[in-house]
């Protein structure tokens, strides 16, 4: 059975980076996409990138200056990078994999969801 | 990016009922859209894929239907564990888009 427990700091400075991690367990990293979803009362469902086995990455274009996502197969963990961060990157960020059914890919197992919150 | 519009944006209705939520995308997916179902402190639970296929433990008493612009989730016979808020998704293309979300509540 497939889980995703991810951790990170809540409480951020504006200006400050936000960095988060999932530990991916009961699967490896081939064949997925290991992605970054957040949701904010503002906007709702955003997704912020997505990086796959070989390291390959893909960003939202609004995101794509600040963010960066990297994983560690080692560890079987992947991680988010935010720079930046301002009161507008206040949101509930989750962690998901994005595995392929029939044709397409979609986010079938999603992480427990970590509050960060940027203010002074 | 492709733009997912929901409608409506919230829908009372009883145990029992019938509820149809439909979702626009601003340009062709063919049938890569999926829905959402979330409960208030969780995450997303996938419940349809490629519009129209259940998820593995998903009661049949959802469905999805559409393609190409246009798409349909319909509940019935709502349970008590329906309500909650339902999102659309396109796996077209990245960057991945959701729509705003519909939010079904006891009437």
């Known amino acids: 059975q497939v889980h995703l427990q991810q951790w990170g700091a809540g409480l951020l400075k504006p200006s400050e980076t936000l960095s988060l991690t999932c530990g991916v367990y009961?699967?490896?990293?081939?064949?997925?996409?290991w992605s970054w979803i957040r949701q904010s009362p503002g906007k709702g469902l955003e997704w912020i990138g997505e990086?796959?086995?070989?390291?390959?990455?893909n960003y939202s274009p609004s995101l794509k200056s600040r963010v960066a996502i990297s994983l560690d197969t080692s560890k079987k963990q992947f991680s988010l990078r935010l720079s930046s961060v301002t009161a507008a990157d206040t949101a509930i960020y989750y962690c998901?994999?994005?595995?392929?059914?029939?044709?397409?890919?979609?986010?079938?197992?999603w992480g427990q969801g970590t509050l960060v919150t940027v203010s002074s | 990016d492709i733009q997912m519009t929901q409608s409506p944006s919230s829908v009372s209705a009883s145990v029992g009922d019938r509820v149809t939520i439909t979702c626009r995308a601003s340009q062709g997916i063919n049938t890569w859209l999926a829905w959402y179902q979330q409960k208030p402190g969780k995450a997303p639970d996938l419940l349809i894929y490629?519009?129209?296929t259940l998820q593995s433990g998903v009661p049949s008493r959802f469905s999805g239907s559409g393609s190409g612009t246009d798409f349909t989730l319909t509940i019935t016979s709502l349970q008590p564990e329906d309500f909650a808020t339902y999102y659309c998704q396109q796996a077209d293309s990245v960057p991945h888009t959701f729509g705003q979300g519909t939010k079904l509540q006891i009437k």
């Open positions: 009961g699967e490896s990293f081939s064949r997925n996409y």
């Open positions: 990086i796959n086995h070989s390291g390959s990455a």
């Open positions: 490629a519009a129209s």
């Open positions: 998901a994999r994005k595995h392929r059914y029939s044709y397409a890919y979609y986010f079938d197992y």
